[in-house]
């Protein structure tokens, strides 16, 4: 099962000590089922936020924000992995089936199935402090994708991670995607990343939050990193960023297209 989604001219503001933080203003955006969407832009343009409120963890904001079904379950996977230090791999991922009402021997059978699905077999009995970075980050993908969501909500969740490990769980998500596509959510600073593991790749700016381009990754799977059609796509992205990346909008037309004013070379695009 997967979800569709759909914010409707969404509009979130922070209220500071010292002024309005206008996180989002006036986002549209429809998920598609199955549709693996990624967000990319520079920091505090709304990506988390828009996120939270995917999650139903921020309801503050104006406008409209729908999933369908509206029950469906929800994963939520961060930068960090969460985990509870004084559990094993393997009762970290049961604990949140027993949570939802499973057995606890169906609990353990399914947590060894997705740590497996991971490549962790053999590491179940381990304790996070026990377990690399990158390791822990796959106990954290396993109890996210046991669950079985029909959304996966994933916020910059392998920019901790050493390049070689990152790529492999790039590979391994987009395996798990393959055989079984639910509709994602893939926050991340990396072009590269968000080219190699979307159908599709939104481009957000900063004040105010809002959508620049939308650009769909033509290119089938499997896919290689090294692919030349994703480089291109890369270039095309790094140029939306820079051409928003330095001109606020005025808040009082929010559909107005920021000028752009710096013209960087778009190969060193940083976010
Ligand atoms: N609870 C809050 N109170 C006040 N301001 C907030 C709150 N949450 C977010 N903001 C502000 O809203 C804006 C958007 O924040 P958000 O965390 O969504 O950005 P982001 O795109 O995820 O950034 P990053 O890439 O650094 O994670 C920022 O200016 C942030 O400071
Ligand atoms: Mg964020």
């Known amino acids: 099962m997967s979800a569709t989604l759909s914010f409707d001219r969404v509009s979130r503001r922070f209220q500071t000590r010292t002024r309005v ?22 920091s505090g343009c709304g990506k988390s936020t828009l996120l939270n409120i995917a999650a139903g963890l921020d309801t503050g904001f104006d406008g409209s924000f729908s999933l369908d079904p509206p029950k469906a379950d929800r994963a939520y996977l961060f930068q960090s992995p969460r985990l509870l230090p004084w559990k094993t791999a393997q009762a970290n991922v049961a604990f949140v089936l027993e949570a939802r009402g499973a057995s606890r021997s169906k609990a353990r059978t399914a ?6 699905l991971v490549g962790l077999a053999g590491c179940e009995h381990q304790f996070p402090a026990h377990l690399s970075g990158g390791m822990r ?10 669950v079985d ?16 490990t990152a790529h492999r769980m790039r590979k391994e998500l987009l395996e798990i995607h393959q055989i079984e596509p639910r509709t994602v959510l ?13 159908d599709r790749v939104v481009v957000m ?8 381009a939308d650009v769909t990754i033509d290119v089938p799977r499997p896919r290689e990193h090294d692919d030349l059609r994703l480089s291109a796509y890369q270039r095309e992205l790094s140029r939306a960023l820079f051409d928003h990346s330095s001109t606020p909008v005025s808040t009082d037309s929010p ?3 920021a000028p752009a004013t710096t013209k960087g070379d778009p190969r060193h695009a940083t976010l």
């Open 111 to 116: 947590a060894r199935h997705y740590l497996e």
């Open 186 to 198: 893939f926050v991340t600073h990396n072009l590269a990343e968000a080219c190699f593991l979307a």
């Open 205 to 212: 700016a900063s004040d105010p939050g809002r959508i620049v």
């Open 21 to 42: 933080v206008h996180a989002l203003e006036n986002v549209s955006i429809e998920v598609r089922q199955r549709e693996f969407t990624a967000l990319v832009g520079p």
């Open 137 to 146: 980050q796959r106990v954290a993908l396993a109890r996210a994708l046991a």
């Open 255 to 257: 559909n107005q297209q």
């Open 149 to 164: 969501p029909a959304l996966m909500l994933m916020d910059e969740p392998f920019s901790a991670l050493d390049e070689i």
